[in-house]
């Protein structure tokens, strides 16, 4: 059964009449946003990451901060959102600073759960690079926590990663967390 179906029948269900002036094209548009919001299934990981390996001696910390994402939860289908940080210290590789937003939405565009996701994107970066050391920090606020269960709609939900120097040395995991915390440009 096609997704226009599925929302179709959906709205019947819950009482509605799918014919109404306003929910008549209602199918269509939820299929385009599954379509949007799940694209990151289509994304060949990898084939991203090499397209944008170089070799350089540069050796200290990368860090992204503040990438706005958001994903689907997979245990409710509904949205979790807000800012990953990802830092990683090169050991003769890099990668284009654009490619790293790049595999937070390939795997936030997901039916996801925020620990994996976190996870994901630390163990990438850490397999393709094989940095010195890499960092992830996800902080997000859960729908399903808000608009049900619990109901704690101010709640913010923070997942980390850590490998190598990053989980080694307290000095350069205490700086990560440090920069991650100065004011935005």
Sequence with gaps: MKTEELIHQLLINIGENPNRDSLK??????AEFWNHVTQGYKVDIDALMRES????DFS????IKDIDYYSLCE??????FGKAHVAYIPDGKMIGLSKIPRIVDAYARRLQIQERLTNQIAETIQKVLKPKGVAVVIEARHLC???RGVEKT???VTTSAMFGIFREQDRTRKEFLDLIQISRI
């Design 145 to 147: 926590m808000h608009m």
């Design 60 to 63: 200290q910390m990368i860090l």
């Design 53 to 56: 390996v170089c070799d350089d």
């Design 75 to 80: 245990h409710h289908l509904v949205p979790f």
């Design 154 to 156: 101010n709640s913010v």
């Design 25 to 30: 094209k209602t199918p269509q548009r939820v």
